[in-house]
């Protein structure tokens, strides 16, 4: 798992076409129109895409892909014709008529910000190709959010920083990186909480920069705050080592023997489970498993994946007996 500091990284286009209205503003033919352009171009890919109208989606299937990344809460209960566009490998996804007619991303495990843009630009590049988008001389791309406008561009790395968290410097290091127009974010974005340690950092400005700056300052950011996560990593050791090593233990106990797991209590120990595997205390033999447990875990996909819709006490039943599967299988101590 390397030193698992950095989880995924991500990078997002924002586009729109000339000629239209916002998505808030279309009109069904219009929304249609757009979703039908987007599609078009994307089937010229090696790669296959499948669609999903969002009209199509039950409450259920649009939570689970909303939990995995693929989609976004304004994309579920924004444009009532907005769909999501995902390739097979499910790193690529398209949403269109959300915010904008177009917000394509590309998620990738890992410190990989360089290759998830050169794979997002790729797709930008083919839908652009037949289409013609708003762009201006002077501003760049022009988008629904001022924010936006500019590259449209946002690059992103989800990152796990127990060390900083528990030695209570997470504080001063994000208020050095703000200075540096990033923002930090919980793991779902604006306005979401941190669970298990985990944080979304991300360039705040698109207007002014290139994408090669903004790709550069962000993953400056990145570096940085890695640096400092693995310092505090190894102070947190050297300061309490017995205690952090009974708190890994006990969360190993809690994942492998649980009857029952709240959401909450299991990103809490899981967080722990996944410190374990960095210090040597524990041995992960499918990192990629271990990781997909974080989503796998949230309610919508449990429910998802058992055919049936369940109350929260069946969920967490649920939960701690998938963990306990996985993480017997794939961690020892």
Not at 212 to 222: G, K, M, P, T
Request: one cysteine or more.
């Amino acid at each position: 798992m390397e030193n698992n500091v950095v989880i995924s990284s991500r990078v997002r286009l924002a586009r729109n076409f000339a000629g239209y209205k916002f998505p808030a503003h279309l009109d069904s033919e219009s929304s249609l129109a757009i979703t039908q352009k987007v599609y078009s171009a994307l089937s010229q890919s090696s790669e296959k895409y499948s669609i999903m109208r969002i009209s199509d989606m039950s409450d259920l299937q649009g939570e689970a892909l909303k939990e995995l990344h693929l989609i976004s809460d304004d994309l579920l209960h924004g444009n009532r014709y907005a769909a999501a566009i995902v390739n097979k490998a499910n790193d690529i996804s398209v949403m269109v008529n959300e915010e904008d007619h177009i917000r394509a991303q590309c998620i990738l495990p890992g410190k990989r910000l360089g290759e998830a843009y050169r794979r997002i630009n790729d797709v930008d590049d083919m839908i652009s190709a037949g289409n013609k988008i708003a762009f201006d001389p002077r501003l760049g791309y022009l988008t629904a959010c001022p924010t936006n406008v500019g590259t449209g561009m946002r690059a992103s790395a989800l990152m796990f920083l127990p060390g900083l968290s528990l030695t209570h410097s997470l504080e001063n290091c994000m208020n050095a990186v703000s200075r540096f127009d990033m923002t930090v974010r919980g793991e779902y974005g604006e306005g979401s909480d941190s669970e298990g340690y985990l944080y979304q950092v991300s360039n705040q400005k698109t207007l002014g920069l290139s994408e090669e700056d903004i790709l550069r300052n962000v993953s400056s950011a990145v570096d940085q705050i890695e640096k400092n996560e693995i310092t505090a990593r190894k102070a947190l050791l050297e300061s309490n080592g017995t205690a952090v090593r009974d708190a890994i233990m006990r969360a190993y106990g809690v994942m492998t023997n649980a009857y029952a797991l709240s959401a909450k209590e299991f990103m809490e120990k899981f967080a722990l489970v996944r410190l374990g595997v960095y210090y040597g205390f524990l041995r992960c033999e499918n990192g990629t498993k271990l990781d997909a447990l974080v989503s796998d875990s949230r309610p919508a996909n449990l429910m998802l994946k058992a055919g049936k819709n369940m109350d929260p006490e069946e969920r967490d039943i649920c939960r701690a007996k998938l963990a306990s599967d996985v993480i017997s299988s794939v961690v020892t101590k």
